[in-house]
C-alpha cells in the first residue's frame, strides 16, 4: 500500500529539486534540521502539520496543492489495488495504459 | 493559519458522523484506541500514515477523498489569508459571498 508520508516526502523533494535547491537552503529556510528534512523527503519521519506548514512556506508552494497532488496519487495507487482484487483473469489492464480506462467499473 | 491535523481530524469526525458510529465502533473497527481516535478528530494529535489508513479503512472512506476534501478546505483558507494580506481597502468581500469571486486576481 502507499504510505502517505512518503508520497508526501516524494512530493516535496519532487518541488525542490525542481526549484534546483539543495537539502541545506531549504532546511534553513524552513528552520528544520536538514537531517529532518531529508528523513521527511525520504517517508522516513511523518512532519508534524506545523512542520509541513514550514517545508511548504519555505519552498513557496502552497499546502493545499502539494496534498492536492499525493491525493491524486494516492487515488489511483487505490484504484490499481482496487483493480488487483476485482479484477478477473483476463482482464488485467495493457502495460502503460490509463487506470481510468481499464477499471472494472462493474467490480 | 488553518493547521493540517485540525482540518484532517474535522473530516474524519464527518465522515463518522454521517455514518451515525461512535466513536468506539470506528476505534474498534480501525484498531485504534478510542482515546486516540478520540484526539486525531479534535486535532489534538497528529495521525501517523499507518493509522490514518486504518481509521479510513474502519470508515470505508478512501485516503484519497479525505485528503481532497482537506485540501480543497486548504486552499479556501490560503486564499482567504492571502485576500487578507492583498486586498486593498475598499475591495473586502461581501460576507457570503463564494471566495472565488472576491479574490483580487491582480494581486
Chains 1, 2 share one sequence.
Not at 536538514?34 to 512532519?47: D, T
Not at 499525493?70 to 490509463?98: I, K, N, Y
Amino acid at each position: 500500500m502507499a504510505v502517505l508520508r512518503r508520497l508526501i516526502g516524494d512530493a516535496l523533494r519532487r518541488e525542490r529539486l525542481a526549484q534546483h535547491r539543495t537539502l541545506r537552503e531549504v532546511s534553513s529556510d524552513a528552520r528544520v534540521s536538514l537531517g529532518y528534512l531529508s528523513e521527511v523527503e525520504r517517508g522516513q519521519k511523518e512532519a508534524s502539520s506545523e512542520l509541513l506548514a514550514a517545508i511548504c512556506d519555505a519552498l513557496e508552494v502552497p499546502l493545499s496543492r502539494v496534498l492536492r497532488d499525493v491525493s491524486d496519487e494516492l487515488a489511483l495507487a487505490e484504484l490499481g489495488a482496487m483493480h488487483a482484487v476485482a479484477a478477473p483473469v483476463g482482464t488485467l489492464p495493457v502495460p502503460g495504459a490509463r487506470p481510468s480506462l481499464v477499471v472494472n467499473r462493474a467490480a
